[in-house]
Nanobody, 128 residues
Framework: QLQLVESGGGLVQPGGSLRLSCAAV????????IGWFRQAPGKEREGISC????????KYGDSVKGRFTISRDNAKGTVYLQMNNLKPEDTGTYYC?????????????????????WGQGTQVTVSS
């Protein structure tokens, strides 16, 4: 089981930007399928940005298309979520999830059930 650690959350004004990071303790995230999920109070966890294990495919939720970008730094074995033009409705706890490339190939992308490894989450609050 991977130990995933998210960082980079915080309080930001509408229109601002944040960059979230996801790393695994003692392990590189290269070649893992990665998903960023968001959960707002009282709402289900939703997939917002996902990356295939070979970096060839990405998937974004409709609410974040054109504003969020998922990327991987292979040298650092870390995955990032760049969030621009943040809106109050982006507020929530953001989770990083990972799945091995072998397992991920058999599962739909960007659904919570497709990932077996989860971080503890980082809070993002967008408010003036």
């Amino acid at each position: 089981q991977l130990q995933l650690v998210e960082s980079g959350g915080g309080l930001v004004q509408p229109g601002g930007s944040l960059r979230l990071s996801c790393a695994a303790v003692g392990v590189s995230l290269n070649y893992f399928a990665i998903g960023w999920f968001r959960q707002a109070p009282g709402k289900e966890r939703e997939g917002i940005s996902c990356l295939s294990s070979d970096d060839s495919s990405t998937k974004y939720g409709d609410s974040v298309k054109g504003r969020f970008t998922i990327s991987r730094d292979n040298a650092k074995g870390t995955v990032y979520l760049q969030m621009n033009n943040l809106k109050p409705e982006d507020t929530g706890t953001y989770y990083c999830a990972a799945e091995t490339r072998f397992s991920a190939a058999l599962k739909p992308m960007c659904l919570p059930l497709s990932y077996n490894n989860w971080g503890q989450g980082t809070q993002v609050t967008v408010s003036s």
